[in-house]
């Protein structure tokens, strides 16, 4: 019976090793990326900034581009592991009755969503002119976005009625949570977050709804 429980008790350190060896890879991938670009930064430079060695980051991921796209899903997903529809704040906003706090539900989620995420887009952005596989996920990127957007249009026409028919309204909302777009009002004018909530709170009200 002891020989179990330590069995089953080193099982699970190795788990937690592995993980927090995981995350390290992680967070020092997405450092250098944010900082050198796709390119410039190997394997090996990841490796050495986590305090591992190459094969641990192969074995862990694979290669570069996989280790990319594991970055991008973890930023948009944040510490939640489940898809973004299933998630607490989607869920939320989609079971309200009153539109402004759907709205600001909205914009406040996505706000934090586009922080972790639109410097790992920009990274995907500029490798995809040269990478035909990066280029591929740059597009699944923006699809998902789309694909998830239209829980807040769903949502929002569910309590009342729309200005937009609602294809184009989830296009609308795509275009203005667009990481691209969040980076110049945040990094290039330097909005607060609180100053990009109330922005794109009020500005998807003033094209959405019909008071």
Known sequence: MAGAVKR???SE????????TRDRVLEAAAALFA???YDATSVA????SAGVADETVYSHFGNKRTLLGELMQAAVRGGDPRPVPEQ???RALATSRDRREQLHLFADDVSQRLQRAAPLVAVVAAAARSEPELADLYGRLHADRLRNLRILVDALGANGPLALPAAEAVET???LTSPELHQLLTDVRGWSRAR???WL???LAALLLVD
């Open 8 to 10: 089953r008790y080193q």
């Open 13 to 20: 350190r190795r788990r937690e090793q592995a993980r927090q």
């Open 35 to 37: 900082e050198r670009g």
């Open 45 to 48: 430079a990841i490796a050495e």
């Open 88 to 90: 607490d704040a989607p």
């Open 173 to 175: 909302v795509w275009a």
């Open 196 to 198: 990009y909530v109330r």
């Open 201 to 203: 709170e009020s500005s």
